[in-house]
């Protein structure tokens, strides 16, 4: 099976913009989960999406926001982004929720 | 909701000595409890888990132990090597509302020294 795909894999956008990041998930997953990294700050768990609804969320603030499609694929939205939006945002799949499987990630710069 | 603590944050170790990495988890119903090792520049990737039923468990050169009294559970790494060098995150997993919920440590940054 092909592995977690995500993309863009590097971005650069400057404050105030918005940006969405997509997620494509292992065939037959249905759990999509996303995760802020930052060094030092480790993983930050920002949602979570099962059959296109949001099942669970971190205290990340309203402009991050997510949606899964009917094929699994999520995106992830960042709205007025911030410089300490910098980060890695990783994406993870799985099928009980209980081993993720990641994706290379999409490394955000904000300037 | 589950916290999951890690420690050390950092672990410099020489060549070929062990590696110790622990973790504790607040919520007694968690199940299942992976680690993640994440080369430098790379996706973390599952190496090794252990379910509530099983006290430790062996793969190679690592091994993980759970003491679900004390709600601990550790990553061992024996004859340590260069390529060992990553960040190493703990994880504890629970049902909860009728799926598994999983909560990450903060990570280990081991050094092996050659």
């Known amino acids: 099976k092909a592995g977690v795909t995500q993309t863009p894999r590097y971005l650069i956008k400057t404050r105030g913009q918005q940006v969405t990041l997509s997620c494509s998930p292992i065939s037959g997953h249905r759990s999509v989960s996303w995760y802020q990294q930052t060094p030092g700050q480790g993983l930050q768990f920002l949602f979570e999406?099962?059959?296109?609804?949001?099942?669970n969320k971190g205290n990340f603030p309203g402009r991050f926001s997510g949606r899964q499609f009917s094929n699994s694929r999520s995106e992830m939205n960042v709205s007025t982004l911030e410089l300490g939006d910098s980060a890695l945002y990783l994406c993870?799949?799985?099928?009980?929720?209980?081993?993720?499987?990641f994706g290379p990630g999409t490394r955000l710069l904000v300037l | 909701g589950e916290n999951v603590e890690q420690h050390p944050s950092t672990l410099s170790v020489q060549e070929g000595d062990s590696a110790v990495i622990k973790c504790t988890y607040s919520d007694s119903a968690s199940n299942y409890f992976p680690w993640y090792k994440q080369e430098l520049g790379k996706r973390p990737q599952l190496i090794i888990d252990?379910?509530?039923?099983?006290g430790e468990k062996k793969d190679q050169r690592i091994a993980v132990t759970l003491n679900k009294t004390a709600k601990h559970f550790s990553l061992h790494i024996t004859e340590t090597q260069p390529e060992d060098s990553a960040v190493y995150f703990c994880?504890?997993?629970?049902?909860?509302?009728?799926?598994?919920?999983?909560?990450f440590g903060t990570g280990t940054k081991l050094q092996v020294i050659p």
């Open positions: 994880a504890a997993s629970l049902l909860s509302g009728g799926y598994q919920k999983v909560t």
């Open positions: 993870a799949s799985s099928s009980s929720q209980e081993t993720q499987y």
């Open positions: 252990i379910r509530s039923n099983v």
């Open positions: 999406y099962f059959s296109e609804t949001q099942r």
